[in-house]
């Protein structure tokens, strides 16, 4: 089953693609969409099309986005809601299932705490995926998320499924 992580940004959004084999999971790719533009829709239409190429690339069979928090600033919460909007569309788009997990869950299920720093989410993505290469903590941070999609069943779930079916 290959799982595509999403941690949307307005302006970096990462991604990271991984595959799940049973308890087995290996990386394919990662890489960071950068918003192009200086208005709002142009820089939407941006990330719309670069995500939409990665999940043309890499053909995953199924999406996990991270959910968004609210912050202090009601406007950059929104800004945020809008790209996590395409976050969840494109793999729509694309017939994936997406699943969403708060930040806590996800650093929980990577890290084994709930409230760690992106340096130690990055360094147990590392430990987790022997020499990947992480194009930036956006990226990482979409590893993130497609390992614990991988984690909580999501990706296992659907591949028995899958087999079920083929069976």
């Given amino acids: 089953m290959r799982v595509i992580g999403i941690d949307p940004g307005l302006r970096n959004l990462g991604w990271g693609v991984v595959d799940v084999a049973g308890a087995r999971i290996s990386h394919v790719a ?18 719309h099309g670069q995500l939409t190429r990665v999940i043309a690339t890499y053909r995953p069979q199924a999406a996990a986005v991270e959910q968004t928090f609210v912050n202090k600033d009601g406007a950059g919460t929104l800004k945020l809601g809008q790209a996590r909007g395409i976050a969840m569309l494109v793999p729509a788009q694309a017939g994936l299932a997406v699943g969403e997990y708060a930040p806590n869950t996800v650093k929980k299920t990577v890290v084994g705490v709930g409230h760690a720093d992106k340096g130690q989410v990055a360094h147990m993505v590392r430990m987790q995926l022997p020499g990947v290469e992480i194009a930036g903590p956006d990226a990482a941070d979409a590893l993130a998320i497609a390992i614990c999609h991988a984690h909580h069943g999501g990706a296992s779930a659907l591949a028995a499924a899958v087999a079920r079916a083929q069976a």
């Fill in 30 to 47: 990662n890489g960071i969409c950068h918003s192009e533009g200086t208005e709002l829709a142009m820089r939407l239409l941006s990330l």
